[in-house]
């Protein structure tokens, strides 16, 4: 098969397409003929030799695909209402810039009615992550207000539409006046411009002084004291990422005193049982929405497959609404 390996951890240009043989589905586990495979950051991080792969994943970068089922455990696809010839996208520790790939039956979902293959290949590593962090870590209700910092990025993007439809309010942290008009075109009620306004001061008039519920962070560094000032009493943030740096200083009373929650986790090397308890929510509450078209996949750019490179540089770039895909 043709896959895009890392020659050595650098920039864009150490993606470089080889071949490699065929991998093989084991016990739970099927091979996806893929379609396409969508970019992430831990990519980027992975290509510069900051994140590696978990024990026993592949070392080729790639969490996301989407494809046909070519082979795999039949008694698990059969479990799982899947069966060889199925159109999938799935969550995966690795190896997903490639033909084929491996995936566990669990961490598959069918390709939503109606959205090609290539949109399809843009949901599993956002969606999996705001769900998990969002819904379950944070326990976003409805009726309450979540603040996204970085909401025209993949992860933004479907928070802003998961928690819309499920009846919060958002708010959301953008880089420039066109990034922010595009989070509102999504359902975001309030679009701050970090460069040019305080986020703590707009989210604190937006909800009249009484802060937000929840916060999804993925910069950590000096927002996270920012943080503690922005929520409401009983307010939870959650830091998925620390591109603001791992250092942080904050009023530890305001924790005590107004009952705060500052969390974080990663998805990637967590259990195959905690990944299949996210696909099963997945299914049932936020697939339905997309097959009635009330969440979408959002699209920034879709470049041959070969083309990684390009795609690593775009991402870095910054200048991306969505998710960048690549397709075979």
Known sequence: ???IAISQPGGPEVLQLVERPD???GVGECLIRVAAYGINRPDVLQREGAYPPPPGASDLPGLEVAGTIEAGDVTALAAAGLRVGDAVCALVAG???A???VAPVAQCLPVPAGWSLAEAASLPETFFTVWSNVFERARLQPG?????HGGSSGIGVTAIQIAKALGSTVLVTVGHAQKAEACRALGADLAINYRDQDFVAEAKAFTQGRGVDVILDMV???YVARNVDCLAEDGRA???AVQGGVKASFDAGQVLRRRLTITGSTLRPRSLDFKAGIARALRERVWPLLERRLIRPVLYRQ????QASAAHALMESGEHVGKIVLSW
């Not at 309450?144 to 996204?148: C, F, P, S």
């Not at 470049?303 to 070969?306: G, K, R, S, T, Y």
């Open 144 to 148: 309450e207000t979540l603040l996204v």
């Open 238 to 240: 959650v830091i998925i």
């Open 95 to 97: 190896g997903g810039y």
């Open 220 to 222: 950590a560094g000096d």
């Open 303 to 306: 470049l041959p497959a070969d």
């Open 1 to 3: 098969m043709k896959a």
């Open 99 to 101: 033909e084929l790939c």
């Open 23 to 25: 991998p093989v589905a």
